[in-house]
């Protein structure tokens, strides 16, 4: 095996990499011209096989600021699109770009790719997590209220691939996770038993006042992710766990409201809970540059 710095999931990697790469964050973010050249010569394939605003831009962004390059890739413009393998793909990219970031359906994608390549892969969102986002998220919650460890963080609505994001990165950074779910959107019994393995703290209750009392951040996302094709079904099962001001308002009294975005609101959310005091959502959406360009440095092996 390889020794390649994949960012494939949280789980996959252990507290003090990730720490490191928060660090490194944080870092970058104080002083980014300092750091104008940090990939200078280094280019970014980025394959998006779903659409994106945030992770298409502040990787792109994020590049460019420290001196590096990007390549976007769209499966319909590539030989990908037409049957070529994913692993024959990820040995040519290798030989021109210095990373590549994925984001498509189902993981064994990201981690054919991964087999493949001699150069790192980013996971940029599979239907099964979002690693990236949840580096932003950790990121802007220890900005805004100091050490996430030991905190509590709730997790409202359909247990998806950000909420499992979450899931691992409240394992590796000593978070008391809250999920308020539905059972038939809950977690799977793997993630539960992960938990379980790890020592993790976790809480699954169909409650989302339950879930949410006291707690020190309330994160929710889309109803139905691009994935889901059942977009009304869910809609009717998912009604009941809408973050609106009556439920933040059992959360403690400084709790943070973060959503990956996009919202759909007057569903998930209200506009009272997103553009309310609690809300930290821009600086939420801001820190995907900042926590990307560490994952960045971290995977080329950059020296911050
Ligand atoms: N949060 C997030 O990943 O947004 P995009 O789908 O716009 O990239
Ligand atoms: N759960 C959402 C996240 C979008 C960034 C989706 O997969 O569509």
């Not at 390549?71 to 030989?95: C, F, H, N, Y």
């Not at 919650?141 to 509590?152: K, N």
């Not at 978070?175 to 959107?185: D, H, K, M, N």
């Amino acid at each position: 095996m390889s020794a390649v710095r994949h960012f494939l999931d949280i789980d996959r990697l252990d507290t003090a990499t990730l720490r490191q790469i928060l660090d490194m964050a944080a870092t970058i973010k104080k002083d980014i011209p300092a750091y104008r050249s940090l990939f200078a010569g280094r280019t970014l394939a980025m394959i998006f096989e779903k659409p994106s605003t945030r992770t298409r831009v502040s990787f792109e962004v994020g590049m460019r600021q420290l001196g590096g390059d990007v390549v976007l890739l769209k499966p319909d413009d590539m030989q990908l699109g037409r049957g070529e393998t994913i692993g024959d793909t990820a040995r040519v990219l290798s030989r021109y770009v210095d990373a590549v970031m994925v984001r498509t359906m189902g993981e064994e994608r990201v981690h054919e790719l991964a087999e493949f390549a001699s150069v790192p892969i980013i996971n940029g969102l599979t239907d099964q997590s979002h690693p990236c986002q949840i580096m932003a998220d950790v990121m802007t919650f220890e900005e805004h209220r100091g050490p996430i460890g030991g905190r509590t963080v709730a997790w409202i609505g359909d247990v998806n691939n950000v909420a499992v994001s979450w899931v691992h990165a409240a394992v590796r950074f000593g978070v008391e996770i809250r999920l308020g779910c539905p059972e038939v959107y809950g977690p799977t019994p793997e993630l539960l038993d992960w938990v379980k393995r790890e020592g993790g703290r976790i809480t699954v209750t169909t409650s989302p006042e339950e879930a949410v009392r006291g707690a020190d951040c309330v994160v929710t996302d889309a109803w139905a992710s691009m994935h889901n094709t059942d977009v009304d079904e869910r809609a009717a099962v998912l009604g009941p766990y809408q973050v609106n001001e009556a439920l933040m308002a059992l959360a403690a009294p400084d709790a943070l409201f973060m959503h990956c975005l996009p919202a759909h609101r007057g569903e998930e959310v209200t506009d009272g809970v997103i553009d309310g005091r609690h809300s930290v959502v821009w600086d939420e959406a801001e820190n995907r540059l900042h926590a990307q360009k560490a994952i960045l440095a971290w995977c080329l092996g950059a020296t911050i």
